[in-house]
């Protein structure tokens, strides 16, 4: 279970985030839209954890993982390693076939600037994957990518969602691709943002 | 490639050392600047009775320690600085205090408050390169990528793994251009508190023969470490900076 309550979060002076309530069972989809700028992206943080400066609570399972908005890979480090160093005790042998699940086999050995952006999308959702997550978060994890190759990468992460199950908070611009993966989709708006559904 | 460059290399060296020659014959008075050549067999005669390596030891051994313990509180202390800006408001001002403290009075002052012995020496030369260590560190600390924080966060990476493959990665070039002037400064600098404080080193032995106004023998210490800085760049430094770097190539 993920329990989110949020009372406020500001940036300086300026609101953002207003009172925000928000429960996600075992293997719930939850979609949020929003305009630009709203504050989807301040509140997958607050959840995720890496935003602390804010007033309220989150509770969520140990093994939580994100896939971020953009790849977030470490360039340094083998796309093989990129899956396997973020979840402690993975064996090579799982890293690997979670990279052939992802349609990487033989990528293994390669850097992330030797793959494509669609590819290095593929590595991030190999690695979230790859610990078999309870709860995961997605900031606008297939922009910047070309309709088929999006397409493509939405295709892939439903079936990965249907596999694995794991509990979902995702943020989009696209309702279209909000309908497809969330079983539920809220709106994020209005100064200071609250969540409406 | 790599085999083209190590080919400039030599030939850069090469004409460095056609130039000297060039000089020494207009200069036509071995006693002020003697040739390449005329360094040779004295050269070989200090190899041969142990006292050019005896010597070259006791001044490697003391850049060493001097580099090892600079390199490790430059880079603690310069993290921390980066990432913490209380720390840094706190320390700042130290820091600028030590940038600017002439190595000259460094030495002198510990020479008079610890003593004429090995222990102020290596501190000596310490002291005055971790404050460049530090400002360099600071600015790659201050430079790190806080969406790569953000991923180790979220996917709880261990201290020990973020270390290793998350902020030395990062820091490895700040960490390089330190080590390397880092090397550059500090035979420098040992070569000093040698002279003004040591019965051996290079820096000693190059007190001993400008009593003696032999520049020739000056010049056979002081190239003896040249080289044996330059084998250290080209056989530990370069290959650890390639092997950190792979992941740039195309």
């Known amino acids: 279970m993920i329990r989110v309550d949020i009372r406020a979060r500001s940036f300086g002076s300026t609101p953002v985030l207003g009172a925000i309530r928000l429960t996600l069972g075992a293997g719930e989809r939850v979609a949020v839209l929003g305009p630009s700028g709203a504050g989807k992206t301040t509140l997958l943080r607050i959840v995720a954890g890496i935003d602390t400066e804010f007033d309220g609570s989150v509770t969520q399972p140990e093994r939580t993982a994100m896939v971020f908005q953009d790849p977030t890979l470490l360039p340094w480090r083998s796309v093989l390693e990129n899956v396997a160093l973020p979840n402690a005790g993975l064996p090579r042998a799982a890293a690997q076939a979670m990279l052939a699940r992802v349609g990487l086999e033989g990528k293994a050995a390669l850097f992330p600037g030797q793959l494509s952006l669609g590819q290095q999308r593929r590595t991030a959702l190999a690695r979230a994957f790859a610990g078999t997550p309870d709860f995961l978060i997605m900031d606008e994890p297939f922009v910047s990518l070309d309709p088929a190759k999006a397409e493509e990468i939405i295709a892939l992460t439903e079936a990965m969602l249907d596999e694995h199950r794991p509990a979902l908070l995702f943020v989009t611009h696209s309702r279209a691709e909000a309908r497809r993966l969330a079983h539920r989709v809220l709106t994020l708006d209005g100064v200071p943002a609250v969540l409406s559904g | ?250």
């Open chain 2, 1 to 250: 490639m790599r085999g083209r460059a190590a080919l400039t290399r030599i030939l850069s060296l090469l004409m460095l050392v056609a130039l000297w020659a060039l000089a020494a014959r207009l200069t036509a008075d071995a006693t002020v600047l003697p040739a390449p050549g005329a360094l040779i067999a004295p050269a070989w005669a200090e190899i041969a009775s142990g006292e050019l390596p005896y010597h070259l030891g006791r001044t490697f051994i003391r850049v060493f320690w001097a580099f090892a313990l600079a390199m490790s509180l430059g880079a603690v202390l310069g993290f921390a600085m980066g990432r913490f800006p209380a720390m840094d408001r706190w320390l700042d001002a130290w820091l600028v205090v030590f940038l600017n403290l002439p190595a000259l009075v460094l030495i002198v002052l510990c020479y008079l408050w610890i003593g004429l012995n090995e222990t102020a020496a290596i501190v000596a030369v310490t002291l005055n390169k971790v404050p460049n260590v530090v400002a360099v560190v600071r600015e790659g600390a201050r430079a790190l990528d806080p969406e790569l924080d953000a991923m180790a966060r979220v996917f709880r990476m261990s201290p020990a793994t973020r270390l290793r493959h998350v902020l030395v990665p990062q820091l490895a070039p700040y960490l390089s251009a330190a080590g390397r002037s880092g090397l550059a400064i500090i035979w420098k600098i040992v070569l000093v508190v040698e002279f003004l404080g040591r019965s051996n080193g290079i820096g000693f032995k190059i007190h001993l023969f400008f009593q003696q106004f032999d520049v020739g023998m000056v010049l056979i210490y002081a190239l003896s470490f040249i080289a044996v800085m330059l084998a250290v760049e080209t056989f530990a430094l370069q290959p650890w900076e390639r092997r950190a770097r792979r992941w740039r190539a195309p």
